[in-house]
């Protein structure tokens, strides 16, 4: 007989219906120095993705995009500081950020070669052992205050491969202990939107969760989307080559959704630090055995002659570690519906992606929470704001995450459609 089990999608789906308007504009004076560059691989020269960027002494980050470019900004009093470049399986890098200043911020990451002896596999009688290890001493390992963190949060809308819409913010998210059971808050400072909706053919497409769909993806905090102590029995957990990260060696866990198992789990890889049992990272993807049964995870809202296909959802969570202790430092959201609207002769492919980038965080000693009205809600759609697109400096001193090229052009092109609209 066939186990039966039931996943949410981290409240991340698709509103197929109409048109939202929002305006903002926001301005910050110039204080900082801005800091851009690529990081590569030394010996094949590729872009190295997801690369952690941080000013040493300090919570200031950002992270490499799919590219492998970033963009760091640092107050003027920090420009004498050092940042440390960290990637699992590669030998973590310092450099002074002057190097940087000049055009000069081209970085070379060589990978680090672990040894199976380096990670003493014989500790544990199984990888299934290892990770219920990790989820049940968690609370060593993650930070136990509660932080107010400042976030950069990123989602798109392709059509096959052209974008048609972009929504990018600056959020707090008001981070609680991860021995508590309270959920996060967050907050929106700044944000701007546009869609083409000319692109969107006759549907319109709204992605429903917004930042908490990235945030929720912390599966320490949140290990009920696909961990608890009944559903960890539902997958087969086998040791993969290990990797570093900080230099330190780290278990890799594959797990996959068994057989005998009905229903859409995940399948996908732990990245588990070797002496401390903490997560520093995880990627897995929705196991599709079901289509229509998956669709049902995502699909909030639809006109009845739509019919919704879940192509991929693929999710992504990286930790950071401060004095210690391991905290959400990003985390994205990946899907591809297939879009069949009847009476029309052909479908149309979408991806919808969502990612956030902590920033920056300090310590909420005094346990500061929003006021509830300025509170975004778990089922947010963010709407649309298209004046922040105009300006080049509409971030300030927030750190970004740089955007893709095709991200850019699509940028580049809103600017310009604003320039004209307004001659």
Request: aromatic residues 12%; hydrophobic residues 40%.
């Amino acid at each position: 007989m066939k186990s039966t089990v039931t996943y949410t999608s981290y409240l991340f789906g698709i509103v197929i219906v109409g048109f939202l308007c929002l305006g903002t504009s926001l301005n910050a004076q110039k204080s900082y120095t801005e800091y851009k560059g690529k990081v590569m691989d030394i010996d094949t020269r590729e872009p190295l993705v997801f690369v952690n960027l941080m000013v040493k002494s300090t919570n200031v980050s950002t992270i490499s995009n799919t590219e492998g470019e970033f963009i760091l900004k640092v107050t003027n009093s920090m420009n004498d500081e050092t940042v440390v470049v960290s990637l699992l399986g590669y030998n973590q890098h310092e450099l002074k950020l002057r190097i940087l200043a000049g055009g000069n911020g081209d970085i070379f990451l060589s990978k680090r070669i672990t040894q199976l002896s380096e990670v003493n596999l014989t500790a544990f009688k199984s990888a299934a052992a290892l990770v219920r290890k990790v989820f049940a001493d968690k609370f060593n390992n993650t930070l136990d205050q509660s932080v107010l963190m400042t976030a950069f949060y990123r989602e798109t809308i392709k059509k096959r491969n052209r974008n048609v819409s972009l929504t990018e913010a600056v959020v707090y998210v008001y981070k609680q202990p991860y021995s508590s059971a309270r959920k996060d808050m967050i907050t929106l400072h700044k944000a701007r939107k546009n869609t083409d909706y000319r692109r969107l053919d006759t549907v319109t497409l709204k992605l429903q969760g917004g930042p908490f769909s990235a945030v929720y993806v912390d599966i320490m905090k949140y290990p009920e989307y696909i961990f608890t102590d009944t559903t960890l029995g539902l997958y087969n957990f086998t040791f993969d080559m290990p990797s570093t990260v900080n230099d330190r060696p780290v278990y890799v866990v594959k797990f996959k959704q068994k057989k005998a198992v009905f229903g859409p789990g995940y399948q996908g890889k732990l990245y588990i630090e070797a002496e401390s049992l903490a997560l520093v990272s995880a990627t897995y993807a929705l196991n599709i055995v079901d289509s229509k049964m998956a669709s049902e995870l995502f699909v909030r809202k639809k006109p009845r002659d739509v019919d919704v296909t879940v192509l991929q959802a693929a999710y992504r969570v990286d930790y950071r570690e401060k004095d210690g202790k391991w905290y959400y430092g990003y985390g994205s959201v990946q899907l591809a519906f297939k879009v069949n609207k009847k009476r029309k002769l052909f479908n149309s492919v979408y991806t919808l992606s969502s990612e956030m980038a902590v920033t920056d965080w300090y310590i909420n000693k005094a346990g500061f929470k929003p006021k509830p009205k300025d509170r975004l809600r778990p089922t947010v759609i963010i709407a649309d704001a298209i004046s922040g697109f105009s300006d080049p400096d509409f971030w300030g001193p927030f750190n970004v995450i740089e955007p893709e090229k095709s991200i850019q052009s699509a940028i580049d092109k809103i600017r310009r459609k604003i320039k004209r609209a307004n001659r």
